[in-house]
């Protein structure tokens, strides 16, 4: 009975050994699969952290916002209230479930070349809060301010055309002869009583005494040159339209008090000094000034001043000067179309006043923005899309080119009438955006990571203690097993040597 018993318990303890060598076993690949668990979650959280995201920046990257649906599509300080429109590879406009019931008025089936005008101002009075009639009045308002636009276009044009009527260039030697004209009596010219101005500057440039002679003293001579620079703002009224003739007066000004510190440092320079512009003759007493000297002073000052000129095509350091025929039908014509021209400023000034506006700035802006969105809506259709709105969805879809950003600028065509230039490219290439690290990805990924860390140390961790215990049993029952077969070996023996 004993060796028997024995023999029962040793196989008891053999199957208890086989098991907990599959059970360590079957551990032991648990392990293996807990492993290639953590080796998935590192890869994904690898991946989550050089992921990117598209941000849109007003500062050059300086401070981010999200690249949203509201940000690109509706007015606010992203945009600065200009439209940046979400458009498919066909060119229509992708548009949320908030403009799908506007757009289904303008285009009930999307397809581009709706209707727009019929339907904006019940869509604007619905988007913007802003009544039917004040949106009808402001467009009224609109309309004047463009007619007094267009009115003040027209009527400068024509004045233009009739300013060229009665201008002309004058070569400058002749603006000294036929403008300048004539000094009279009383301003001496090598002895003459009177001279033309454009002679004497001529012949001054090749002989060194030519001078008009001024008077005996300092401040004789400066009287003297007062009263013929007087008689030139005389002689040339008639040819200069009013604005150069206050840059000639203004130019006289300046010469005059160019000359009579001359005058004053000529009691003091070398007399009989012909090549200076203003010289104190020894022979008679008199002051002298160059004649060439002077009108090139003079001229040169009312270039600076802002008098109308253009250089020569063959010697730039001669000049032509544009000169008005004031005495001319032209030139009434021309007067007469000025007073009209500042009349209809008059009523543009009034059209554009604050007190007379419909609407606030704050109002035309969204009404601005609006018109841009449905306009384009109208000429290029849409597509409804209820995920748009989701940041994450826009912006693999723009990242992955599947949407594009569309921008408007207007134009004008041949008759005056305003339409919209469209521009499409892949988000990446607009200034405004930027491709930067997706840091809410990563901050997720993180938050994953730590968590399924813990879930698979947590499993390790009792697969490693129910290892540990099974390890310990197994090591108990060899050693059982051991003393069973030693008892059972040496009963053997006994047993048999009895029998011997």
């Known amino acids: 009975m004993g060796m028997a018993a024995s023999q029962v318990r040793l196989l008891q303890l053999t199957s208890r050994k086989n098991s907990i060598g599959w059970q360590l076993e079957n551990l032991s690949m648990q392990k293996m699969a807990l492993s290639r668990d953590m080796q998935k979650v590192t890869l994904n959280y690898q991946n989550a952290l050089s992921s990117k995201t598209l941000k849109w920046s007003n500062n050059s990257g300086a401070t981010y916002v999200d690249l949203s649906y509201a940000n690109l599509m509706r007015p606010g300080s992203a945009n600065q209230n200009k439209p940046y429109l979400i458009t498919n590879s066909a060119g229509k406009v992708v548009i949320d479930n908030q403009y799908k019931k506007y757009a289904e008025m303008i285009s009930p089936d999307g397809a581009a070349g709706g209707d727009y005008e019929s339907n904006r101002t019940a869509i604007l009075e619905s988007l ?3 009544s039917a009639d004040k949106i009808e009045n402001g467009v009224n308002t609109s309309n004047t301010v463009t007619a007094a636009e267009e009115k003040i276009n027209t009527l400068q044009e024509e004045a233009d055309i009739l300013e060229s009527k009665c201008t002309e260039k004058v070569y400058y030697d002749d603006f000294f002869k036929n403008c300048l004209g004539n000094i009279g009596s009383g301003f001496q010219w090598d002895g ?4 033309n101005v454009g002679d004497d500057y001529e012949y001054t440039q090749s002989h060194n ?12 001579s400066k009287n003297q040159l007062k009263e013929l620079l007087e008689q030139l703002k005389e002689n040339v009224f008639n040819s200069l339209s009013d604005d150069d003739y206050e840059a000639f007066v203004e130019a006289c000004d300046s010469t005059y008090n160019a000359y009579c510190t001359y005058i004053d440092t000529a009691n003091s320079a070398d007399s009989d000094n012909e090549q200076v512009a203003v010289s104190k003759f020894s022979s008679n007493g008199y ?3 160059r004649v060439d000297n002077f009108i090139d002073s003079l001229m040169g000052a009312y270039r600076s001043a802002g008098g109308s000129y253009a250089q020569s095509d063959v010697d730039t350091s001669k000049y032509y000067y544009m000169c008005i025929d004031r005495n001319s039908t032209e030139y009434s014509d021309y007067l007469a179309k000025l007073e009209e021209l500042e009349a209809a400023k008059g009523e543009h000034n009034t059209a554009v006043d604050e007190d007379n506006q419909v609407l606030t700035s704050a109002e035309e802006t969204q009404i601005a923005f609006y018109d841009q969105i449905f306009t384009a809506i109208a000429d290029k259709g ?6 748009v709105s989701d940041t994450d969805y826009l912006n693999q879809m723009l990242q992955n080119n599947q949407y594009y950003i569309t921008t408007m600028t207007s134009a004008e065509d041949e008759e005056g009438e ?5 521009s499409s490219n892949i988000a990446s290439n607009f ?9 809410d990805a990563q901050e997720e990924a993180q938050i994953e990571y730590e968590y399924q860390k813990s879930l698979i140390n947590e499993k390790e961790s009792r697969i490693d203690t129910r290892m540990q215990n099974l390890q310990t049993e197994q ?25 011997a």
């Open 192 to 195: 003459a009583a009177s001279t």
């Open 209 to 220: 005494s030519g001078h008009w002679r001024l008077g005996q003293d300092a401040t004789s």
């Open 475 to 499: 090591s108990a029952i060899t050693e059982m097993i051991k003393g069973i077969e030693t008892v059972r070996d040496d009963n053997g023996e006994r047993n048999f040597g009895i029998f």
């Open 382 to 387: 849409w597509v409804g899309n209820s995920q």
């Open 128 to 130: 913007t809060g802003i």
């Open 431 to 439: 200034d405004q955006i930027f491709t930067v690290n997706d840091s």
């Open 287 to 289: 002051f002298g000034i």
């Open 418 to 422: 305003i339409y919209y230039e469209y």
